[in-house]
């Protein structure tokens, strides 16, 4: 048999991997992908070339995708290197990937006083927002409240309530979890990445 690609190998293992996290045997995968535990085994062994319509079953017995099941496994699958973006008294770095598996966005924020919270500014969208404080103070404009939350402290809340994210007395850092409508409201359209 022709020496296998590293690709090939990691695959190989993630089945295994899934398999046996499920406490799984062969017979077990085998049913759920009809397929003989045999050519499973083969198949996990490296005894048999694995195929794209050998994977696609195996993929949804073992509830995954066949992208999971298949990404690369090199350096830039893993490292992010954030570019910043500048807005009106905001700096963002983007520290996930664009359409996160999980559905949310993580970034860094430095926000300084210029940006600007008062009313015309606050934002609204369906889901939560949640943020911590790495430097300095931030003021959250919830509606008609206004709180200061210190360096080391963290704030989550409901973001159909009008809010926005500003510096008290000087620059602030904030990392900041986004859903997909938060993402799109501070990052995209209000001022950021």
């Known amino acids: 048999m022709e ?3 590293d690709m090939d190998s990691v695959i190989r293992q993630r089945i295994r991997g899934l398999r046996l996290a499920r406490g799984w045997t062969l017979d077990a995968l085998a049913a759920r992908c ?3 535990p045999s050519n ?3 198949i996990e062994a490296g005894r048999r070339r694995i195929a794209l319509d050998q994977l696609v079953p195996i993929a949804r017995a073992l509830d995954t995708t066949l992208d999971q099941l298949v990404e690369s496994t090199g350096d830039e699958d893993v490292v992010i290197r954030p570019q910043p973006c500048d807005a009106q008294g905001t700096t963002s770095w983007l520290l996930s990937r664009e359409r996160s598996l999980h559905g949310v966005t ?3 924020m ?3 006083p210029d940006r600007p919270t008062d009313a015309e500014h606050l ?3 369906p889901g939560r927002e949640w943020f911590t404080v790495l430097s300095g103070t931030a003021l959250l404009r919830l509606g008609e409240r206004t709180i200061l939350i210190q360096e080391g402290n963290a704030a989550e809340f409901a973001t159909m309530t009008p809010h926005a994210i500003g510096a008290q007395d000087g620059t602030v850092e904030i990392l900041t979890i986004f859903d997909h409508n938060g993402e799109r409201t501070h990052l995209r359209d209000g001022g950021g990445t």
């Open 106 to 108: 993580v970034a860094k």
């Open 34 to 36: 009809n397929t003989s």
């Open 3 to 5: 020496q296998e690609s």
């Open 123 to 125: 934002k609204v969208h």
């Open 40 to 42: 499973l085994s083969r």
């Open 110 to 112: 430095r926000i300084t």
